[in-house]
C-alpha cells in the first residue's frame, strides 16, 4: 500500500497538434490535466455535450418506444443527443409554462375577463386587486380612497383599489394578475398544449435511435470529457500549452510520445508548495480499501495510504457488530448469487473481495460466539466445541473492544509517525503511543491486581507527556513550543473518549444477538400457545423478526464500521487532506443502468 509519486509535465505544441495530443491522452489514461486557464474562459469554452446520460434517459424513459433502427450507418450520436436534449429542455419550459398559465387564468377568473385600460386613459391611476375576507372589508373601506367590490363568495370578497401607488399599509397581500386579458392567456395555453403534444410527437420520434444511442454512450461521454479537457488547455493562435500531473511510471510513455510526434515535453518532481492529487496504489484484493477511505476523505499527498488497515479493520468491526453465523450464511448466498453479475463491472470486480472477506469475518465471529440466527449450539456438540467466546460475558466483551481501540489507535499514531521524514516532527505521534499504551496498561493492572505494572505504566505515561508538549510544535519558539505542547496534551480526553468509542462493538453486537434471541422466544411463545395456526404466526415472526435483525445488523456494520475508520482512526492517523487523482482517460463501462 502506498502513495504514488507524481511529476508536474508539460506539453507544448501547434495548435493545429491539440486535438491530436488531447485525442491520444485519453487512450493512455495516464494524465490528470491541470487548468491554465481561468474559470470563466473554461466555461465559456465548454460544449454542452455532457448531456449523454441524460439524452438517453430521456428518451428511455418514453412509454411507448418506436421500432428500433439497428444499422448504425445513418446515425449520428452527437446529433441525436443534442436534439434529445434540446426536446428536452423544451419541454420543460413549455410545461413550466402551461402550469404558470393554468394558475395565472385560475387566478384571474373570479374577476371576469377584460382588458386593462391605458395609464392615460386612466388619468395616470392604477387598478389594485385583493382579496379580502369578510372581517377584514371594513379595513379596505378605511384605508383605501376608491375601491369596488367586484364579486363576493361566502369567504372572500374581490375588490379592486383605484390609486396612483399601492396602498402600502392594507394588511392584505395583493394579486397579480399581469397586463394580459384572460382570453389573451387562454389563447396562449392552447398554443403551448399544442406546442408540447409537437415535442412529444419529436421525442417519440428520436426514440427509434434508443439502443444506438445506448451502444455509443460511452463514445458521448469520452467526447464530453475531451472537451473539458480542451477548455483548461492554454492556447491562441499558434501554440498550446497543456499541462497535468503523471505517475512516475507514465513519464517513459509519454516522453516516447512526444518525441514520436514532435511534441515538446518536460517534467518535474512536485515542489513543497505544490499540491499534486493522491493516487493509491494497492493490491487488487485490498482495493476496495481504497473506496471505503475515500468516502469519507482523500489522505494528502505527502501522508500515507490508509486503504489496507481501513480495509481489514472494516471487515473485524463489521463482523463483530453483525455478531451471527446463521446471518452471514445467508449473506454469503446473496454474495454467491450476485458474484458472476458482479464481475461485469469493474467496481463490482473491487468490491468482491470485499464482500468475500466480510462474510467470512462474520461467519468466523459468529462460530466462536456460538450464535446461529440466535440460537446457542450444546456444548456437547461440534459447533458448541467451536465457542471461546460468550456475548453474555459482559466483562470480557468489553475488554476485547477496548483492546481494539487502543490498537487501533496507537497503529494510527504508529503510521504517522513513520511518514515524517525528520525525527523531531516523529517524537509526538510517539508520545501519544506511550500515554495511550500505558494507560492502557495502567487500568489493566489495577483491574487485575497486578502491582508490577504500576509503575513501568506511570513512567511510559509520564515520557509519552513530555514528548507530547516538547514535540507537537518543535519548529515554534520555546514560550510558543510549550504552549502549543501543553494545548496538543488536552487530547487526552479525546484519546480516552475515542479509545471507548470501540465500545459500540460489543453493545451492538450484544444488541443484534438479544435481538434474535427474543424473536426466537417469541415464535417459540406463539407456536405453544396456539397449536396449529400459530405455526403460521410464528414462522412470519421468524421470517420478519431476522429479515429484520439483519438489515439493523447490515446498516448498523457499515455505518459503525466506517465511523471507527474515518473518525477515531483517521483522527489521530491521518491529518492533512488531498484531492482525488482523476486521471483524463476514457470511459471503460457503460455506467447507465438499464
Same mark, same amino acid.
Given at each position: ?60 424513459t418514453y412509454p411507448w418506444r418506436r421500432r ?75 384605508? /383605501? ?72 454512450? @460511452? ?158 449450539? /450444546?456444548p456437547e456438540s461440534w459447533l458448541g466445541k ?30 504517522? /509517525? ?85 465500545l459500540r462493538l460489543f453493545a451492538l453486537g ?79 463501462? @457503460?455506467?447507465?443502468?438499464?
Amino acid at each position: 500500500m502506498s502513495i504514488v509519486i507524481m511529476h508536474k509535465v508539460t506539453f507544448i505544441g501547434m495548435t493545429a497538434d491539440q486535438d491530436l495530443l488531447l485525442t491520444d491522452l485519453q487512450k493512455m489514461g495516464c494524465l490528470q490535466i491541470i487548468p491554465l486557464v481561468s474559470g470563466s474562459i473554461a466555461l465559456a469554452k465548454t460544449a454542452s455535450t455532457a448531456g449523454a446520460n441524460e439524452a438517453l434517459k430521456f428518451l428511455h424513459t418514453y412509454p411507448w418506444r418506436r421500432r428500433q433502427v439497428l444499422d448504425p450507418e445513418h446515425f449520428d450520436a452527437i446529433d441525436v443527443q443534442q436534439r434529445s436534449l434540446e426536446v428536452r429542455n423544451n419541454l420543460h419550459n413549455l410545461k413550466d409554462e402551461r402550469d404558470f398559465l393554468i394558475k395565472r387564468i385560475q387566478d384571474m377568473r373570479p374577476w371576469g375577463d377584460f382588458v386593462l385600460p391605458s395609464l392615460a386613459d386612466m388619468g395616470n391611476l392604477r387598478l389594485w386587486f385583493y382579496v379580502v375576507p369578510h372581517k377584514m372589508l371594513s379595513k379596505i373601506q378605511t384605508l /383605501a380612497p376608491v375601491w369596488e367590490i367586484i364579486k363576493q363568495d361566502n369567504r372572500f370578497c374581490y375588490v379592486v383599489v383605484v390609486s396612483k401607488d399601492e396602498v402600502s399599509e392594507i394588511p392584505i397581500p395583493r394579486v397579480h394578475l399581469g397586463y394580459k386579458s384572460r382570453h389573451e392567456l387562454e389563447t396562449r395555453l392552447d398554443e403551448v398544449e399544442l406546442a408540447i403534444e409537437d415535442a412529444q410527437a419529436e421525442r417519440a420520434y428520436l426514440t427509434r435511435w434508443h439502443d444506438l444511442l445506448m451502444c455509443n454512450l @460511452n463514445q458521448l461521454e469520452d467526447l464530453a470529457v475531451c472537451e473539458n479537457a480542451a477548455a483548461k488547455v492554454y492556447s491562441n493562435d499558434s501554440t498550446f500549452a497543456l499541462q497535468g500531473w503523471a505517475p512516475t511510471e507514465s513519464l517513459p510513455i509519454l516522453d516516447d510520445y512526444s518525441k514520436q510526434q514532435a511534441f515538446y515535453f518536460v517534467s518535474e518532481a512536485s515542489k513543497p508548495e505544490d499540491n499534486p492529487p493522491t493516487l493509491m496504489r494497492n493490491i487488487s484484493w485490498f482495493s476496495a480499501g481504497e473506496d471505503l477511505v475515500t468516502f469519507y476523505m482523500t489522505p494528502g499527498y505527502r501522508t500515507w495510504d490508509p486503504s489496507a488497515i481501513v480495509f481489514v479493520s472494516f471487515v473485524i468491526f463489521f463482523a463483530m457488530i453483525l455478531a451471527d453465523a446463521g446471518y452471514a450464511g445467508l449473506m454469503g448466498l446473496a454474495l454467491l448469487f450476485r458474484w458472476k453479475r458482479m464481475g461485469y463491472s469493474s467496481s463490482g470486480r473491487r468490491f468482491r473481495p470485499l464482500l468475500l472477506s466480510i462474510v467470512g469475518a462474520s461467519l468466523v465471529f459468529g462460530t466462536l460466539v456460538g450464535s446461529y440466527f440466535g440460537v446457542t449450539p /450444546a456444548p456437547e456438540s461440534w459447533l458448541g466445541k467451536l465457542q471461546l467466546l460468550n456475548m453474555d460475558d459482559t466483562d470480557r466483551m468489553m475488554m476485547i473492544s477496548v483492546v481494539i481501540g487502543v490498537f487501533h489507535v496507537v497503529l494510527a499514531n504508529i503510521m504517522n /509517525a513513520c511518514r515524517y521524514e525528520h525525527w523531531q516532527d516523529r517524537l509526538s505521534s510517539i508520545g501519544w503511543i506511550g500515554v495511550v499504551s500505558g494507560g492502557f496498561a495502567l487500568a489493566l493492572g489495577n483491574s487485575l491486581s497486578i502491582a508490577t505494572l504500576q509503575e513501568p505504566s506511570i513512567a511510559l505515561m509520564v515520557i509519552g507527556a513530555f514528548l507530547i508538549v516538547g514535540f507537537t510544535t518543535p519548529e515554534a519558539k520555546p514560550l510558543a513550543r510549550f504552549l502549543g505542547g501543553l494545548e496538543g496534551l488536552t487530547k487526552l480526553s479525546g484519546a480516552l473518549g475515542d479509545i471507548l468509542s470501540y465500545l459500540r462493538l460489543f453493545a451492538l453486537g450484544l444488541g443484534s444477538a438479544s435481538l434474535a434471541i427474543e424473536f426466537n422466544s417469541m415464535a417459540t411463545n406463539v407456536y405453544q400457545g396456539y397449536p396449529g395456526i400459530g405455526l403460521v404466526f410464528a414462522l412470519l415472526i421468524l421470517v420478519l423478526g431476522h429479515g429484520v435483525n439483519l438489515i439493523l445488523g447490515i446498516a448498523s456494520g457499515v455505518i459503525h464500521g466506517l465511523r471507527l475508520n474515518v473518525i477515531e482512526f483517521f483522527n489521530w492517523g491521518l491529518k492533512e487532506e488531498g484531492t482525488l487523482y482523476q486521471p483524463f482517460k476514457q470511459s471503460e463501462d @457503460n455506467s447507465w443502468n438499464r
